[in-house]
């Protein structure tokens, strides 16, 4: 492969990586410090079913806060891309996927959720790039 070619893939799984993690850090973040949003989350876990509901809509807040942080730093990101997953894939089953395919509201369908899906894949199927803290350590317990 050229040179410029893997250099290329390089950049494009940084921007992967960090456009990805600032999605999540403001999820996350809306989820952890805007009032009344955590407590609601609950609710709205608990509207659809899903056991522990305070205890998920934390450990879901919490996934997405560090986990956008570790995205875009590039260290443990397989790890905290099975993570995602298994976060999105909730989240297709029990509320986007019976919405439809689109996002429009008042429906919030699975497009977007399927999009997540598919960069985590990437992400998880390549490891961080070159470009990464996780590389700059190069130890693969980090990837």
């Known amino acids: 492969m050229p040179k410029n070619k893997n250099n290329l893939s390089q950049w494009s799984l940084f921007l992967l990586r960090v456009v990805l993690g600032v999605i999540f850090i403001y999820h996350g973040y809306a989820k952890l410090f805007v009032k009344g949003a955590l407590p609601g989350i609950a609710q709205f876990f608990a509207a659809v079913g899903i056991p522990l509901a305070n205890q998920a809509a934390v450990l879901v807040a919490f996934a997405e806060f560090v986990g956008g942080l570790l995205l875009i730093s590039g260290l443990l990101t397989r790890w905290t891309s099975v993570v995602l997953i298994i ?23 699975y497009e977007f959720v399927l999009l997540i899906l598919a960069v985590l894949v990437i992400l998880l199927v390549n490891g961080p790039g070159a470009l990464s803290l996780g590389k700059k350590f190069k130890n693969k317990q980090l990837h």
């Open 87 to 109: 976060e999105m894939l909730v989240a297709l089953f029990k509320v986007h996927l019976k919405q439809g395919f689109f996002i429009s509201p008042p429906a919030y369908g």
